[in-house]
């Protein structure tokens, strides 16, 4: 099974020589990992006459803090952003590296292929969602930084042009008083997509939450934030009877469809058990 | 389009069209015949290898991605020391039934006991989740790779 019909292959050394190859080609996409990619090229999903490689351009491949955030070039891997120090700053984001994929798919995958795939259930999108990530995208003629959520337009569908690359992904390193956890549910433990997942952050200051970010996966068009779930526990003692009443009134949130993985049903119970195990597993962590 | 790669520690180079994937150029081009075709996108694992010293499937690479590459098969660890053990423990405990997981299942288990010489069952199972036994023989493939880690731990 071969990715048909066949394409120009084209491995740039510099970001420049790749921005230029994206914009001056035509029928072009850029690969990294291939894990998401190469399936689609041999279902016929998409058939570019031009891939150009990103793997070689070495200044795409990093994960370091700069200035009071935590900045994954577009070429990092999921083991490499594991293995990294600044991401063990967000749990939540490290949660998900572990889990996602299987260890072949962790060396070769990266986040920004998770993202760009734009699938609803992509395990990397709810950790960086509560971190309120940002991302670089860039073309020959500019530069543009976006909120991660406008990153998404729709099942399978990102924002992106076709002569654009998302070069970096970024977020505000957590402070010391935060913490943050991931959680999800699949068919089986074992290399799956997740039926529902959901991230959990907050920012405590003593007993009181000063800050809580909720987000969702598989439950909707895109993986969202839930704003009307933070409302609830920001500004308040975490007890847990607070705590299962923004569980509860995260079903009313989501917007799940039944498919072959879970019933809409199922998947509003699970976003209530999901969120209350990931913010338990949040607040143990800040203690 | 020519690629050059290093090969179980032999300078290589072929000659292949862009699509071709890694596996096939192996098998086609370089009778190496331990990496599998399963399902062909990345699900089953049986077409694994060592990319530069980490496991990966070799289905979803591009042959020419590898340039310049180090890439190291079953074949190429015949001699050695860490997959002889693997290699007698699988076939003591019974970790084989047809076969075709067997080379998937080698090269994550040797990836996994290289940097962890300790692992728990738990360890051992995430370590070859990403390999598909499809004659279900998980549990003495766990049980094999546990009594290897035995074997190469020093008294």
């Keep these: ?22 914009g001056t080609l035509e029928n072009v996409k850029p690969i990294i990992g291939g894990t998401d990619l190469i399936p689609q090229m041999k279902e016929g999903v998409f058939s570019p006459d031009h891939v150009v490689d990103l793997n070689n351009v070495a200044e795409l491949n990093y994960v370091r803090e700069d200035n009071g955030l935590i900045c994954i070039g577009a070429t990092a891997t999921h083991n490499q952003i594991a293995a990294s120090d600044a991401v063990k700053k967000s749990q939540a984001l490290l949660d998900a590296m572990t889990m996602i994929g299987s260890p072949q798919i962790r060396n070769r995958g990266t986040i920004t292929g998770n993202l760009i ?52 992904i970024r977020f505000p390193t957590p402070p010391v008083n935060s913490a943050s956890a991931f959680k999800r549910i699949g068919r089986r433990k074992a290399f799956t997509l997740s039926v529902v997942s959901a991230a959990a952050y907050v920012e405590m200051e003593g007993e009181r939450c000063v800050d809580a970010r909720v987000a969702f996966g598989s439950v909707a068009m895109t993986p969202i934030r839930a704003s009307e779930v933070e409302d609830m526990l920001e500004d308040k003692t975490l007890t847990a009877s607070i705590i299962a009443e ?40 800040v203690r | ?15 292949v069209e862009p699509n071709m994937s890694l596996v096939d150029m192996l098998r086609e081009e370089l009778g190496i015949n331990s990496v599998k075709k399963g ?16 496991p ?28 002889i053990d693997l290699r007698e423990a699988f076939i003591e405990n019974g970790a084989i039934q047809c076969g ?50 035995e074997r190469i731990t020093p008294e």
């Design chain 2, 100 to 149: 075709f997981c067997t080379p998937g299942m080698l090269i994550s288990s040797y990836a996994l006991l290289r940097d962890n010489l300790h692992p728990s069952a738990y360890q051992v199972k995430k370590g070859i989740e990403g390999n598909i036994c499809r004659c279900t023989g998980f549990t003495k493939i766990i049980e094999a790779v546990l009594d290897a880690a």
């Design chain 2, 56 to 83: 990966v499937t070799s289905c979803l690479l591009l042959a020419p991605q590898v340039e310049g590459c180090h890439v190291t098969t079953l074949e190429g660890l015949e001699k050695n020391s860490l997959m």
């Design chain 1, 117 to 168: 795939n734009a699938s609803p259930a992509a395990d990397s999108a709810p950790p960086l969602l509560v971190h309120d990530a940002e991302v670089v995208i860039r073309s020959i003629d500019e530069e543009r930084i976006i909120p991660l959520t406008a990153l998404f337009t729709g099942p399978k569908l990102n924002c992106l042009e076709q002569n654009e690359l998302l070069t970096e």
């Design chain 1, 1 to 22: 099974m071969r990715p048909t019909p066949s394409f120009q292959y084209h491995a740039p050394k510099t970001l420049e020589g790749a921005i230029e190859l994206m």
């Design chain 1, 246 to 285: 923004a569980c509860l009134a995260a079903r009313n949130h989501v917007h799940p469809i039944t498919d072959v993985r879970g019933t809409a049903e199922y998947r509003k119970d699970m976003c209530e058990v999901l969120l209350r195990r990931a913010l338990e597993a949040a607040l143990e962590r």
């Design chain 2, 1 to 15: 389009m020519i690629v050059n790669f290093d090969l179980n520690g032999e300078p290589v180079s072929v000659e």
């Design chain 2, 39 to 54: 399902c062909e996108l990345g699900e089953c694992g049986a077409c694994t290898l060592l990319l530069d010293g980490s």
